[in-house]
């Protein structure tokens, strides 16, 4: 408890220190990667005050040249720093709307094109694909849970089929990614924190330059039977 409110208030204090400034000089220089930059520190941080070692694996199948969609299943809340992490790079997100109902980060999210998904209303939510899908054509990765939400047990649940519609539509190579142990360090619905290891495994791209919307099935086949396979 003492750990994660530690961590929590860490995070909060970061945010609101750091995060007006980083805004005000991401306008002042048109550009978002010190933004960028301040997340990646927060995560080092916040990673060393929860006691949490990442192990990486599978980052030499990757191109740095690449822009890449990588999907990933997802256990507990520290999932998407955690990728954030792993990847190294300036990595947008697909995340829930309430999301952007967060003072400051919502502000920060926004800036740097995090895109929200409105599920309750779909014409909303096709239109946040189409956004999402033409800043990944341009060259922008993404990342995104297609779970939608933290598997309660440990075990994959259902896939939505609107990021796969997104990764088809920006021709862009999808990356299987499978994220082991973070549940352990805090199962959903658990406030306390628990230190220990988390590996993260970037499995071989998946191609989808030459896919049409109809092979949205497949890809989502292929994509979760290479995060399964790395979570056996």
């Not at 997340?39 to 949490?52: D, E, H, K, Q, V």
């Not at 190579?173 to 199962?187: F, G, L, M």
């Not at 959903?188 to 970037?202: K, Q």
């Not at 049409?212 to 056996?232: F, N, Q, V």
Request: aromatic fraction near 10%; proline fraction near 6%; include cysteine.
């Amino acid at each position: 408890m003492v750990r994660a409110t530690l961590v929590y208030g860490f995070v909060a204090l970061f945010v609101l220190t750091f995060g007006p400034i980083g805004l005000a000089w991401s306008f002042l220089s048109r550009k978002t990667a010190g933004l960028f930059t301040l997340a990646r520190a927060c995560i080092r941080a916040a990673g060393w005050l929860s006691g949490i070692r990442v192990k990486v694996d599978g980052k030499d199948r990757l191109s740095s040249a690449q822009a890449y969609f990588f999907l990933s299943n997802h256990q507990c809340n520290f999932d998407g720093p955690i990728l954030v992490y792993a990847t190294g790079r300036d990595c947008r997100a697909v995340v829930k709307k309430e999301m952007m109902r967060i003072p400051v980060l919502s502000a920060i999210l926004r800036r740097v094109n995090f895109v929200p998904v409105d599920r309750s209303d779909p014409m909303k939510a096709r239109a946040s694909i189409d956004w999402a899908a033409q800043l990944l054509k341009e060259g922008n990765s993404f990342f995104a849970f297609p779970e939608g939400t933290r598997s309660r047990d440990g075990s994959l649940a259902g896939f939505k089929k609107g990021v796969f519609v997104m990764a088809i539509k920006a021709g862009a190579p999808v990356v299987p990614v499978s994220i082991r142990n973070s549940r352990a360090i805090q199962p959903p619905g658990r406030y306390g924190i628990r230190p220990g290891p988390v590996e993260v495994m970037f499995h071989e791209p998946i191609q989808t330059s030459h896919m049409r919307m109809e092979d949205r099935d497949t890809l989502l086949r292929l994509t979760r039977e290479s995060i399964a396979a790395g979570l056996e």
